[in-house]
């Protein structure tokens, strides 16, 4: 456990290669918040459990829980701890339709992501195996909680501070951050990491242009006067706008190296794109990840006319700009 103040890290364990995700307990007059929840596992329930033994409060004491994405890392104990706490779970209303798109037993999307994929050109073996995967997160999200919309503009009390909220969009389409003006914090999820790049993944039923979002978030976000950021994963951090250009610069330069993939190749799917960058020995959850962030990179280029794109036979292909 580190803390800054009022600001507590929790570290919860994953079942991933993230191995981590950083929770955030922040002390107030009024009672506790929690910012992220953590994955449904009894692991992640056991560190809660015993980060309420160290700092000593009761589960009454939380007086509310925010939640920065959908993602299953941040979303998935959510419900859990508002039975615990009976504390109501704040997010936004896009990414709690995404949370139902995504993990709802009901939602149809894990066979539409199969089909998706398989027409941007993954071997049926992978294709295969897909929707069971994606059906499997269900178990760690599970119970929703209910929940209230917060939005951008607004501002909150995260503990004894109001916060702005901001629209941080990119990594996921509703991805909100939280900003103090008074001591200049950011609690920031997955929208700026220190050390790994945000995943940044074009998905069926969401934003059709994530990679343009998050550079527009970027862009938007850098003048903001930040001393730390709280992200989800790493450590607590100072260089604020050095990140950003940092991220900016890793976007530009895999942008100019797929430019030249299609350029060599002149005509090729997703899939071999993929391939071509992080090879063929992944995990179909790494595949999964590696897959979406490829066609988020080179619909970037398409919608800029830096590529094109043609169907033919119902497998999408991405092909050299006719001279």
């Known amino acids: 456990m580190n803390r800054w103040g009022d600001i507590i890290k929790v570290a919860l364990p994953l079942p991933f290669p993230l191995k981590i995700i950083n929770a955030y307990l922040i002390e107030g007059k009024k009672g506790y918040t929690i910012v992220d929840a953590g994955l449904h596992t009894t692991e992640a329930l056991e560190t809660w459990k015993q980060i309420q033994q160290e700092v000593g409060f009761t589960w009454e004491d939380v007086e509310k829980i925010i939640i920065t994405h959908y993602h299953p890392d941040h979303f998935g104990l959510a419900g859990t701890l508002q039975n615990l706490t009976q504390a109501p779970v704040y997010i936004s209303e896009t990414d709690w339709k995404q949370a139902m798109l995504f993990f709802d037993r009901e939602s ?44 951008a503009g607004e501002m909150i009390e995260l503990g004894d501070y109001p916060y702005q909220i901001y629209h941080t969009p990119g990594h996921a389409d509703g991805h909100l951050s939280f900003y103090d003006p008074k ?34 978030t970027l862009a938007q976000m850098k003048d903001l006067a930040v001393k730390q950021v709280f992200p989800a994963h790493g450590q607590v951090f100072d260089f604020y706008q050095e990140r950003i250009s940092q ?10 190296q797929i430019q030249k993939i299609v350029a060599e190749r002149g005509r090729l799917t997703t899939a071999d794109t993929c391939f071509a960058i992080f090879g063929q020995n992944l995990s179909i959850h790494n595949l999964r990840f590696a897959m979406a962030e490829t066609l988020a990179h080179l619909e970037y280029l398409r919608q800029n006319n830096q590529i094109d794109g043609e169907e033919k036979d119902d497998i999408y292909f991405y092909i050299k700009p006719h001279s």
């Open 183 to 216: 001591r200049q914090l950011l609690m920031g999820g997955d929208f700026l990491l220190p050390k790994i790049t945000p995943n940044i993944s074009l998905w069926p039923k969401c934003h059709s242009n994530p990679l343009a979002l998050f550079l527009e």
């Open 247 to 256: 991220l900016e610069n890793h976007h530009k330069k895999r942008l100019q």
């Open 108 to 151: 149809s999307l894990p066979d539409e992501m199969a089909e998706f994929y398989k027409k941007h050109g993954l071997p049926e073996a992978w294709v295969k195996q897909i929707p069971d995967h994606l059906r499997g997160f269900c178990r760690w999200v599970e119970p929703h909680p209910q929940v209230e919309f917060i939005r």
